[in-house]
């Protein structure tokens, strides 16, 4: 089936964009919220309600932080035609692997990274293997300067890494500021 990436700042609408699809496709739609709760800090916990509260109440919600890495792959796997699948968010999904797993972060940098890159192109091709639609909201983190810390450096090279493959192996791509959803296959050009 197709996947769709959609990519952006924070607070330009992605997740908006992404309801609007999913309910456009008239398919049973299974929400992937990739984000860990942490009872400890009330604003983040606040930011998550108010994620649920913006998506239809109808949708299935899958807490991928409650998934191993196989179960995550096998839900792609197992969806069908009939399901539209949206991942809101890769980085949020990236951030939770580093942050569940620092001591191998800090115990090994480079086999870190290559087991995270491993990962990372696992859950891409399950993604762009189901058979179901997917819709996958992916954050920009990479219009700023090289970061000070190896474990945001980390980030930002897996997560860039990730979309330019969903974006050059999807059927669409949009990249949403200021409300705006701008349509990178008709108005890119692909970079060989």
Known sequence: MALTLVTGPVRSGKSRFVVQIAQASGRRV??????????????WDARLRRHRHDRPSAWE????????HRELLA???????SESIVFDA????????????????????????????AEAGELASA??????????VAEEVGWDVVPVAASARLF?????RMKQRLAAE??????VVCGYALDLRALGTTIA
Do not use: N
Request: charged residues 35%; glycine residues 6%.
């Open 30 to 43: 299974r929400f992937v919220a990739t984000a860990l709760r942490d009872e400890r800090d009330d604003e």
């Open 61 to 68: 919600t899958i807490e991928s932080a409650e998934l191993g």
């Open 75 to 81: 839900l792609f796997a197992r969806a069908d035609e």
């Open 90 to 117: 890769l980085g949020t999904w990236l951030a939770a692997r580093i942050g569940t797993q620092i001591e191998a972060f800090e115990r090994d940098y480079a086999a870190f990274e290559a087991r995270l890159d």
């Open 127 to 136: 993604m762009l293997g189901s058979r179901a639609q997917v819709v996958v």
């Open 156 to 160: 930002r090279d897996v997560l860039g």
């Open 170 to 175: 999807s059927e669409r791509a949009y990249l």
